[in-house]
């Protein structure tokens, strides 16, 4: 228990993005940074008083100390040009541990299997063309189709996929691992716009499911998931109907019809168009060229908005339904969607 609760300690304080010293001034002297070193050491335990301290100071319930962990996030991966900082980076990691520890928790409640398979594991990518091609074969394999995907996150938690949304800054677009080296985790940034939430979490689908040849570089590696990412959305016959196979101009009207049916942000339109040589290289540059010229182009404000949802809500149903059969009681509900019992009971309505 005391290797727990050390554990727990260290976890908190790095989902709150604390020193030791800031969480000691917190606490308000109770006591010193280098008792909590200890107690995260497990060297000492701290009594009743100082874990009411920590959690008020760290923001946790009591009992989020005696959690025993059952979870490990692995093969993690940023993007490339993430300035995140080491703490804000830690935060995050441990937030995702958080939420998958009980992601998993509550659905050993209700006896639901977290097997996941990857249909196109076989599949060895090398080009874009191999993209492709293995975009073909997952939409056939999920029964999915070729037209427009209503809802991004709602379609990957029923596949297996834990989606993690986090309150963070533009420095972070998502990652992606694996919890217990088995279940797939995506984790993107809820502030993001909707287009963007949806091509994030389909990049880092990329990252999950694809099988890169060995030799291919970081960089090739994520020019290939904004592909995978652009063709799911999209795909390439599905494209040739909408853009037309060959293109020497094309107008803004047009991108923002595609975007908003498809939700596909502009820029990434373009991009699929030159992948798939609807247009040549240099077409593709003077339209980067007009859009950098002004922030509100690049922002694509004013250029329209896929009408849709792109929220993660399976967790949150799952307490739903474990609560209402009362497989867990109301307190453990409360305690799982991290919100007081109070407020919990007056979300919930049993019929």
């Keep these: 228990m005391k290797e727990i ?74 993007r490339k040009k993430s300035k995140l900082s080491v703490k804000n980076s830690n935060a995050i990691h441990q937030k995702v541990s958080d ?72 420095k972070f677009d998502g990652l992606s691992g694996w919890a ?16 963007r939430k949806r091509f994030t979490a389909l990049h880092e689908l990329g990252h999950l499911l694809l099988s890169f040849k060995a030799e291919l570089d970081p960089k090739t590696i994520e020019k290939l998931c904004h592909r995978f990412a652009g063709a799911m959305l999209i795909p390439q016959e599905t494209f040739l109907i909408e853009f037309g196979a060959s293109r020497r101009k094309t107008s803004i009207s047009e991108l923002i019809s595609i975007k908003e049916s ?13 992948d798939l040589s609807f247009i ?11 859009l950098n010229k002004n922030i509100d182009r690049k922002k694509e404000i004013g250029f329209g908005q896929f009408v849709g949802k792109e929220n993660s809500g399976r967790f949150k149903q799952l307490i739903y339904r474990a609560a209402a059969e009362d497989i867990i009681s109301m307190s453990k509900a409360a305690n799982l969607a991290n919100q007081k019992l109070a407020t919990f009971r007056d979300e919930f309505i049993a019929i």
Excluded: C
Aim: glycine share 4%; no cysteine.
């Design 5 to 78: 609760v050390a554990k727990r300690i260290k976890s908190a304080r790095t989902l709150a993005g604390l020193s030791l010293r800031e969480l000691s001034q917190k606490m308000e002297g109770i006591v010193s940074h280098n008792a909590i070193t200890k107690y995260e050491n497990g060297l000492m335990m701290p009594d009743s008083k100082v874990l009411l301290a920590l959690a008020k100071a760290l923001d946790v319930k009591i009992d989020y100390f005696f959690r025993p962990y059952n979870v490990t996030i692995e093969s993690v991966e940023f």
């Design 262 to 274: 498809y939700g596909i942000s502009i820029q990434a339109i373009m991009a699929r168009a030159k």
């Design 99 to 170: 939420d998958v520890e009980k992601y998993i928790e509550l659905e050993g409640f209700l006896n639901i299997s977290s097997d996941f398979e990857n249909p196109i594991s076989h599949i060895e990518i090398h080009t874009g063309e191999d993209v492709e091609n293995a975009v073909n074969y997952l939409l056939t394999t999920w029964k999915i189709g070729f037209n427009a995907l209503p809802n991004v996150i709602e379609l990957l938690e029923d596949k297996g996929i834990k989606i993690v949304e986090l309150e963070a800054d533009d």
């Design 180 to 195: 217990n080296k088995t279940i797939p985790v995506i984790v993107i940034n809820k502030n993001y716009p909707i287009e």
């Design 280 to 290: 040549n290289d240099d077409r593709y540059i003077e339209f980067r060229i007009w």
